[in-house]
């Protein structure tokens, strides 16, 4: 061989020694991220989703690439939106945002891995055979967020002049509407205490709800738990503080914001153990052998400047037991 065609053939078996390398190295594995909500609201909550991942070695864009899909508080476009992860194949599904999110995935799929967090038993919803013993391809974070409304029926009596009639909020797109409702009215029941509700899908409908308690004056309000309204927390907290209402929620974010008292488990710490399991299943554990994780503890925050406003005393045994107070 002539030694010109010799440097040929080196060069050109050179140029194929990259693409062979690439060809064997493993595909990077993609999560399929699903939420009712919008990016920018919950933007903290997915950094403690990352944040787990991280804890399983997991880092988006080096090891593990994510394909987001936002609903954008439109419950209806969810099964569309798991439906085209499902087409995507990715490795594990996540469903975050409350039970639509995941109601949504378990219909799109019963072989792709979906870890979640939700609202209300996912025994009870159909999504597990067992808390320790999930069953099937669901397990993820169960925060009890509905099962804690009776508690803060408690909590916000504690705050008001005995016989203020409470105005309970909830979105009746949300599946725990229902369930949650029933168990309010049971608990008003017991205690003696006039209740009523309300329904809000949309900011205008939001708006409406104020007004009229604007106009009624001297009515509390319960805002059940719901994605939509958490990513509407701003918009509660003006409308409560220009029409004096005062109002509990199921999760500190509304406090912070400046709303008066919050009472649930932590958010963050519910997404971030979703992204823990997420990683685990790409190492190769299975949802089935993954239990349901349920929260350790409840936090209670209080916003003293906002009571302050509303003319409300926070009584010493309350404060006592908040895990966080703003003055």
Same mark, same amino acid.
């Given at each position: *061989?002539?030694?010109? =065609? ?6 050109? !078996? ?13 595909? *990077? ?29 997991? &880092? ?15 419950? +209806? ?24 999110? %995941? ?6 799929? $019963? ?17 597990? !055979? ?22 803060? #029926? ?23 509407? /229902?369930?949650? $409702?029933?168990?309010? /009215? ?22 409406? %709800? ?10 509390? #309000? @319960? ?15 003006? @409308? ?11 999760? &500190? +974010? ?11 488990? !932590? @958010? ?20 089935? =052998? #993954? ?7 409840? +936090? *209670? ?11 409300? $005393? ?10 966080? %107070?703003?003055?």
């Amino acid at each position: *061989m002539r030694r010109r =065609d010799f440097i040929k053939v080196i060069a050109g !078996s050179a140029a194929t020694w990259p693409l062979a390398a690439r060809a064997q190295q493993p595909a *990077m594995p993609v999560i399929g991220y699903l939420h009712s909500g919008s990016p920018s609201p919950y933007a903290h909550l997915v950094a403690a989703f990352r944040a787990g991942l991280n804890e399983r070695g997991y &880092r988006e864009g080096q090891n593990v690439r994510i394909e987001y899909r936002w609903a954008a508080g439109r419950y +209806e476009q969810l099964p569309a939106l798991a439906a085209d992860l499902v087409v995507l194949r990715v490795a594990v599904l996540v469903a975050q945002g409350g039970d639509p999110p %995941v109601l949504a995935a378990h219909s799109a799929t $019963t072989t792709i891995p979906i870890v979640f967090t939700s609202s209300s038993d996912p025994v009870k919803l159909g999504l597990v !055979s067992g808390l320790n013993r999930p069953g099937g391809n669901v397990t993820g974070f169960w925060g009890y967020t509905s099962l804690l409304g009776t508690k803060r #029926l408690e909590l916000i009596r504690q705050l008001i002049p005995a016989g203020t009639p409470i105005v309970i909020l909830v979105n009746p797109d949300n599946p725990n509407a /229902q369930i949650d $409702t029933t168990d309010l /009215q049971e608990a008003a029941r017991i205690a003696g205490q006039t209740i009523s509700f309300v329904k809000a899908t949309t900011e205008a409908e939001i708006n409406a %709800v104020f007004a009229a308690l604007g106009d009624q004056r001297g009515s509390a #309000l @319960l805002v059940n738990t719901d994605p939509f309204f958490l990513a509407q927390r701003d918009q509660f907290v003006s @409308l409560a503080a220009h029409n004096a209402v005062p109002a509990i929620y199921a999760q &500190r +974010e509304f406090v912070t914001a400046g709303g008066l008292i919050s009472y649930g488990a !932590s @958010l963050a710490d519910g997404y971030r153990e979703v992204g823990a399991y997420a990683g685990r299943i790409l190492k190769g554990e299975t949802p089935a =052998d #993954l239990p349901i994780i349920q929260p350790t503890k409840f +936090e *209670m925050a209080i916003n003293l400047k906002t009571a302050k406003a509303l003319g409300l $005393t926070i009584p010493p045994t309350l404060l006592a037991r908040a895990d966080e %107070v703003i003055e």
